[in-house]
């Protein structure tokens, strides 16, 4: 079956633009999780969707925002970027059963962002 | 805050040797989660181990856990070229009546041929 898929795999904005990152989740899975990696923060957790409704939320400014959409497609977008918000975004999706279940997260390639 | 802690930061081997990476975290877990990211790439997980484990082995992979001193290490036996990569540990943290993995900041594995 097809795997997560991240739209666009790389882009290059300025300051103070925004941007819109895509993500489909394998088929069947209703959580989607966004992460940013940088090399000096490491992998950070942004936000977890689930039956479009957004149920965990990481220590980001309210400039990263997300969503997802009915067939469980989710997007995330950053308003007024910063050159610190250069990183890769990546996208994981989990056939989550509960919170009893154990979470084992299928991730994308990513999306590079350049911020300049 | 980071969960896990991955030692060491980076380790470099000859192919043929064996790798161990080591995972400290701090609170209390249910399981533990190793995934491998190729340069750039997105990560892939490779093993799964319950807090009621104390093993676990999948092919060249044994990872072992030590609830009492909070600790996981991963074994990677006869290493290949082809496991350069970079090897996270990730454990579940509960917040909000849902829960979230969080990633240590990885252990950069390079082996030569």
């Known amino acids: 079956k097809a795997g997560v898929t991240q739209t666009p795999r790389y882009l290059i904005k300025t300051r103070g633009q925004q941007v819109t990152l895509s993500c489909s989740p394998i088929s069947g899975h209703r959580s989607v999780s966004w992460y940013q990696q940088t090399p000096g923060q490491g992998l950070q957790f942004l936000f977890e969707?689930?039956?479009?409704?957004?149920?965990n939320k990481g220590n980001f400014p309210g400039r990263f925002s997300g969503r997802q959409f009915s067939n469980s497609r989710s997007e995330m977008n950053v308003s007024t970027l910063e050159l610190g918000d250069s990183a890769l975004y990546l996208c994981?999706?989990?056939?989550?059963?509960?919170?009893?279940?154990?979470?084992?997260?299928?991730f994308g390639a990513g999306s590079r962002l350049t911020v300049l | 805050s980071q969960q896990g802690e991955e030692d060491p930061q980076a380790l470099s081997i000859q192919e043929g040797e064996n790798a161990t990476m080591n995972c400290s975290y701090k609170t209390s877990i249910n399981n533990l989660q190793w995934y491998r990211q190729n340069s750039g790439r997105g990560l892939v997980h490779l093993i799964l181990i319950r807090s009621n484990e104390r093993e676990k082995h999948s092919g060249r992979l044994r990872v072992t856990l030590d609830t009492s001193k909070k600790s996981s290490s991963l074994l990677i036996t006869a290493s290949r070229a082809a496991d350069t990569a970079s090897y996270f540990c990730?454990?579940?943290?509960?917040?909000?009546?849902?829960?979230?993995?969080?990633f240590g900041k990885g252990t950069k594995l390079t082996v030569n041929p």
């Open positions: 994981a999706s989990s056939l989550k059963i509960g919170v009893s279940g154990a979470n084992v997260l299928t």
């Open positions: 969707y689930f039956s479009e409704t957004q149920r």
């Open positions: 990730a454990t579940p943290i509960r917040q909000g009546g849902s829960e979230k993995l969080v």
